[in-house]
């Protein structure tokens, strides 16, 4: 089975631009969670998805959106792009057959904000 | 919010010494799960611990729930150079629509020298 995948790899924008990241779950998962990646913060929750509906989301302003395709495929957009962006994201899909359920993380997308 | 500390933040130990790594939370926990991260990898599910005082082990390493569901620990016994990573608990707010909003702890960095 393959695992998350996730496009582009690396990105380099410049401030004020904006950008889109692409997640693909394991076949059959309903479920994708964005994380933010960075050596200070942490790993932090950006949302999670859940067919086509967004049921939870962490602390990040407004820039910061997603949404999920009927096929599970999600993206996630950072408009107005800041230096404080430039972090690895990932995405991870669960199958979420109830509350509790593990997640398989992609190999994250590395963005560098200049 | 709820917040899940992990303790220590660096750990370096010698070919064959135990490691212990611990995780608390500020609320109490529905379940937490366990991840590893190699250096330049992404995170990889090792472990979900549901049941209060519960206990678990997967070859050299074990895991624990706390009683009060409130903390966590991972213990690695003689450990290997193929241990080197960063170790995450990761927990799930108990009540409530904690739905994919995992919290995650710093993260334990273990350098394994041979």
């Known amino acids: 089975k393959a695992g998350v995948t996730q496009t582009p790899r690396y990105l380099i924008k410049t401030r004020g631009q904006q950008v889109t990241l692409s997640c693909s779950p394991i076949?059959?998962?309903?479920?994708v969670s964005w994380y933010q990646q960075t050596p200070g913060q942490g790993l932090q929750f950006l949302f999670e998805?859940?067919?086509?509906?967004?049921?939870n989301k962490g602390n990040f302003p407004g820039r910061f959106s997603g949404r999920q395709f009927s096929n599970s495929r999600s993206e996630m957009n950072v408009s107005t792009l800041e230096l404080g962006d430039s972090a690895l994201y990932l995405c991870?899909?669960?199958?979420?057959?109830?509350?509790?359920?593990?997640?398989?993380f992609g190999p994250g997308t590395r963005l560098t904000v200049t | 919010g709820q917040q899940v500390m992990q303790i220590p933040q660096y750990q370096h130990v010698q070919e064959g010494e135990d490691f212990t790594t611990y995780c608390n939370s500020s609320?109490?926990?529905?379940?937490i799960q366990w991840y590893k991260q190699r250096p330049g990898g992404h995170p990889v599910f090792l472990i979900q611990?549901?049941?209060?005082?519960e206990v678990k082990k997967q070859k050299r390493l074990t895991f624990q729930f706390g009683e009060a569901k409130k903390n966590s620990s991972l213990h690695i016994t003689a450990t290997q150079t193929t241990d080197v990573g960063t170790y995450f608990c990761?927990?799930?707010?108990?009540?409530?629509?904690?739905?994919?909003?995992?919290?995650f702890g710093q993260g334990t960095i273990l350098t394994v020298h041979p």
């Open positions: 991870a899909s669960s199958l979420a057959t109830s509350k509790v359920y593990e997640q398989y």
């Open positions: 076949s059959g998962h309903r479920s």
């Open positions: 998805y859940f067919s086509e509906t967004q049921r």
């Open positions: 609320t109490t926990l529905s379940n």
């Open positions: 611990l549901v049941k209060s005082g």
């Open positions: 990761a927990g799930l707010r108990a009540g409530g629509t904690s739905y994919g909003k995992l919290t």
